[in-house]
């Protein structure tokens, strides 16, 4: 193996190692960035429905089909966020209650109410019927407020 080829070789296995550590062991304030930002994207999509639905803005149903299917997309993105030692012990910078370690299966049941309502949305959406979309963007807005609620610092 000539010297270029050697440095490869390295650089690639040097590389590979890297990213499987990082990605079974991702640092609490990258898990932290993360679940931020797919809750940032998650509330830049659902307000403008949430707009809609109060009359601020016109109703265009293609636009809530569209912001619906990235909430619906971002509510299955959500779990990974919370990997254990994430927490307000670890990172300062964090809204989110030490609870959701020490009561896990009540937060995964909250975090499945507002997957399962995100898709019913995306669906309900797509029929585009302004009353039956009110309804079920209100039962989704029930489920954001549920588990802040429960575990999220005000
Ligand atoms: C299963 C729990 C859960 C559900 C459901 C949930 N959230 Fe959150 N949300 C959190 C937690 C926990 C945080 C705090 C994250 C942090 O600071 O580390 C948060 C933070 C946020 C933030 C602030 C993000 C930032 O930059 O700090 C927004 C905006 C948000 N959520 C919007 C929503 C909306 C809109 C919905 C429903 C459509 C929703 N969330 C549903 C748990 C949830």
Known sequence: MNKVSQILVG????????????AADP???DTVDYRKSVYTIIGWNFAPIG????GEVPFDA???VRHAQYVEMMSKAAPEGFT?????DAVKDTEAKPEIWTNWDKFEAKMND???EAAKLTEVAKGG???AIKAQFGKTAETCKACHKAFRKD
């Open 114 to 116: 507002f997957q399962q």
């Open 11 to 22: 650089g690639a296995l040097g590389l590979s190692i890297l990213t499987a550590a990082s």
């Open 129 to 131: 019927n302004e009353g």
């Open 51 to 54: 707009a809609m639905m109060k």
């Open 84 to 88: 254990k030692g994430s927490g307000p």
């Open 27 to 29: 640092k609490p304030q």
């Open 62 to 64: 293609a636009a809530v």
